[in-house]
Every structure is written in structure tokens, then in C-alpha cells.
């Protein structure tokens, strides 16, 4: 299935005008139609817009653009589709450009990296006897930094963690503490009415729930 815009080549990088709008100087007014793309990542349920612009895209292909982590390689997982612009809608973004063969591969190789250093620092969690459980570990697409995920029930000394990690990978290493919540949203589940939590498909902020709502 292709997405029909003007043709481009597969390997030829994607030039908008604007890679990103800020409120500033937007090329974008109050009301103008714009047309997006939806685009997923690899560990996350949900997808995100991109402006289309004018280039052909495959249903399933893969292109290289900015997530919540810099940019990495996700794949098209929607048609095109018509909103109007709002100032909230800002920063509105556009693919970086289309995944070479060398991307797709580094995104392999990360993957490998990434299930390695999830056992090195399980180890090193049993090491330091944190109470903490690591979720998932993410290396950006430059391979310069690393980022491990983790959920806890209160604030964790991890400086040793830290240090040690460091050591052993050689790189950046940043640890970043989430909630339950936020890995449900990111790998996605179903509630106890049957259907996708809200969290994971179409919630942006979850709010607080305190313990008087649910009595």
C-alpha cells in the first residue's frame, strides 16, 4: 500500500522549509489545513504526527525522525490525514528523512547493546541491593548515551550504579526513574473493560489519583 504525494527517492533526504515550529515566527496560521503522518517506535504503543509534506511513503516504512528520545528509526503506521493548526499543536514536526540500510542496521546493533546492559545492570542492581526494578534500557541512535529505565517506590541512591555502568559501557549513562503508568502507556495493555488503556493510546497527561477518588 503506498501513501500517494509527490514522488522522491527512497534513500534521498527529506528537506522541509521547517523542521520544527515554535511559537514564534510559525509558518502556520489559526485554521490552515495541514496534512500529517503518524509514525511508531519500537517500544511504544503509541504513534506520533509528523507533517507530511510532499514526498511518498509506504505503508510499514521505516524513516528516521525525532522521538521523545532523539531521533531513531520508527516505521509509517497511518494514512495521511487533514487537521487544522492550532498553536497547540506546537512544536509540529517533520521526518528527518528515510531509514538507509545503515540506520536499520545500528538500530539492530542497539537492540543487541541494549539486552546486554539490561543484564549488566540487573547484576549490579543485585550488587547494590537497590530497591529499585529496571524496565527497559534505550540507546540513542547516535550510540553516544544510554538510558536506563526504572520503576521504584521511593528515591534511589543509584551514584555507585551509576559509576559502575559507566565503567563498564563506556559511554554517557543516564538513569531515568518512571512510574508504573508511564511503562503500561509506553508498552501498552489492556483495562478491565477489555478495551487499550487510556494511557497507552490516547492520553497525553494522566492528572493524580488520590486515595479518595477510588473509595
Same mark, same amino acid.
Given at each position: 500500500?503506498t501513501?500517494?504525494?509527490?514522488?522522491?527517492?527512497?534513500q534521498q533526504?527529506?528537506?522541509?522549509n521547517?523542521?520544527?515550529?515554535?511559537?514564534?515566527?510559525?509558518?502556520?496560521?489559526?485554521?490552515?489545513?495541514?496534512?500529517f503522518?503518524?509514525v511508531?517506535?519500537p517500544? $511504544?504503543?503509541?504513534?506520533f504526527p509528523?507533517?507530511?509534506?510532499?514526498?511518498?511513503?509506504k505503508?510499514g516504512?521505516k524513516v528516521?525522525a525525532?522521538?521523545d528520545?532523539g531521533? @531513531?528509526?520508527?516505521y509509517?503506521?497511518?494514512?495521511?490525514?487533514?487537521?487544522?493548526?492550532?498553536k497547540e499543536?506546537?512544536?509540529?514536526l517533520t521526518?528527518a528523512?528515510?531509514?538507509t540500510?545503515?540506520?536499520i542496521?545500528?538500530q539492530?546493533?542497539?537492540?543487541?547493546?541494549?539486552?546486554? @546492559?539490561?543484564l549488566d545492570c540487573n547484576?549490579?542492581i543485585?550488587?547494590?541491593?537497590?530497591d529499585m526494578?529496571?524496565?527497559h534500557?534505550e540507546?540513542m541512535? $547516535?550510540?553516544?548515551?544510554?538510558v536506563?529505565?526504572?520503576?521504584?517506590?521511593?528515591?534511589?541512591?543509584?551514584?555507585?550504579l551509576?559509576?559502575?555502568l559507566?565503567?563498564v559501557?563506556?559511554?554517557?549513562?543516564?538513569?531515568r526513574?518512571?512510574?508504573?503508568?508511564?511503562?503500561? @502507556?509506553?508498552?501498552g @495493555?489492556?483495562?478491565?473493560?477489555?478495551?487499550?488503556?487510556c494511557c497507552?493510546?490516547f492520553l497525553?497527561?494522566?492528572?493524580h489519583? $488520590?486515595?479518595?477518588?477510588?473509595?
Open positions: 500500500m501513501i500517494e504525494t509527490n514522488t522522491s527517492s527512497d533526504p527529506i528537506n522541509e521547517i523542521k520544527k515550529s515554535d511559537g514564534s515566527g510559525s509558518r502556520f496560521r489559526d485554521g490552515q489545513e495541514l496534512t503522518i503518524r511508531r517506535f517500544g $511504544n504503543s503509541k504513534s509528523f507533517l507530511l509534506g510532499s514526498h511518498t511513503f505503508y516504512q528516521l525525532q522521538s528520545r531521533l @531513531a528509526v520508527g509509517i503506521n497511518s494514512f495521511p490525514y487533514k487537521k487544522s493548526f492550532e499543536m506546537l512544536p509540529v521526518i528523512r528515510f531509514a540500510k545503515d540506520d542496521k545500528q539492530e546493533e542497539n537492540m543487541f547493546k541494549e539486552k546486554k @546492559a539490561e547484576e549490579l543485585e550488587k547494590y541491593k537497590l526494578t529496571l524496565t534500557v540507546f541512535q $547516535n550510540g553516544k548515551k544510554v536506563f529505565y526504572f520503576t521504584a517506590p521511593a528515591r534511589v541512591d543509584f551514584r555507585g551509576v559509576k559502575d559507566v565503567g559501557l563506556k559511554i554517557r549513562v543516564e538513569l526513574q518512571i512510574s508504573v503508568r508511564d511503562r503500561t @502507556a509506553a508498552i @495493555a489492556l483495562g478491565v473493560c477489555g478495551l487499550q488503556t497507552s493510546s497525553q497527561d494522566y492528572g489519583v $488520590n486515595i479518595k477518588m477510588p473509595k
